[in-house]
């Protein structure tokens, strides 16, 4: 579960107040709102990565609005992927493996599993150089998963997709989603991309949070909303 009661994020002259939305557990949830509004700042917040003035953020039963972003079991994809110039596709997956000590043999069959998983076995021993960007975004989902994260965060994942590529990364999305169980907040301002893939959609416009439905058929949402940027 994702859920934010009350919250208020500060970023710089920025600021977000009075934010509430829920996300059950193993369930996607979509935000969209127009450039600036504040989508990123509100998903680095839950990421420990923007600092919370106010209200809580609750993860599962835990209230994480204090911890540390390693302590909070999310695995979160940003905008630019931020893939390492200098590591293989398979230390990108190792990576938080081994800055939490696994053995080597347990964390190569967790590598092997995500490899599977995103199809990108074959491209293991390459540098992000020369990836396509199917490739780089299914890296920078394999390296977000591979700790096993009860939350996925995704910042745009398909923005910068050409339109077969687009279905093939919302086609893996669905099914990590399926497979894993894990609970999916994911930007982005494209409609038919968040019909398809999302449970409940929320708009941010004005530093109002508000559930929404883009066609008549759409599921109805679960959360409220907030004040006005101050």
């Known amino acids: 579960m994702i859920a934010l009661h009350d919250v208020s ?4 002259t920025f600021r977000l107040d009075h934010i509430s939305l829920t996300i059950p557990t193993g369930e996607y949830g979509i935000l969209m709102g127009k ?9 680095e917040a839950i990421c420990g990565l923007k600092r ?36 293989t596709v398979y230390e990108h997956l190792a990576f938080a493996l081994r800055i939490r000590n696994w053995d080597e043999k347990a964390l190569d069959t967790r590598v092997c599993e995500l490899a599977e998983l995103l199809d990108i076995r074959a491209i293991l021993p390459r540098r992000p150089y020369g990836l396509s960007g199917g490739e ?17 965060c995704l910042d745009e994942p398909l923005s ?11 086609e893996l999305l669905a099914t ?10 994911h930007i982005t301002h ?4 968040a019909m398809r893939l999302a449970q409940h959609i929320f708009r941010l416009e004005g530093g109002i949070l508000n559930p929404t439905s883009l ?12 004040n006005r940027i101050q």
């Not at 994020?9 to 710089?12: D, F, I, T």
């Not at 450039?35 to 998903?43: P, S, V």
């Not at 990590?176 to 609970?183: C, M, Y």
């Open 9 to 12: 994020v500060q970023a710089g």
């Open 35 to 43: 450039t600036g509004c504040g989508k990123t700042t509100l998903l």
């Open 52 to 87: 919370v003035v106010a209200g809580r953020i609750i993860l599962g039963d835990h209230d994480v609005t204090r911890l540390k972003p390693a302590e909070r079991g999310i695995g979160f994809v940003p905008q630019d992927k931020a893939l390492f110039s200098t590591m």
């Open 136 to 152: 780089s975004q299914r890296v920078a989902l394999g390296r977000a998963l591979s700790a096993h994260p009860h939350v996925l």
């Open 160 to 170: 910068a997709l050409d339109e077969h590529t687009r279905q093939e990364i919302c």
């Open 176 to 185: 990590i989603r399926a497979q894993l169980g894990v609970t999916v907040l």
């Open 190 to 193: 494209d409609p038919h991309e």
């Open 215 to 226: 066609d008549p058929g759409a599921p109805q949402l679960h959360s409220s909303c907030g």
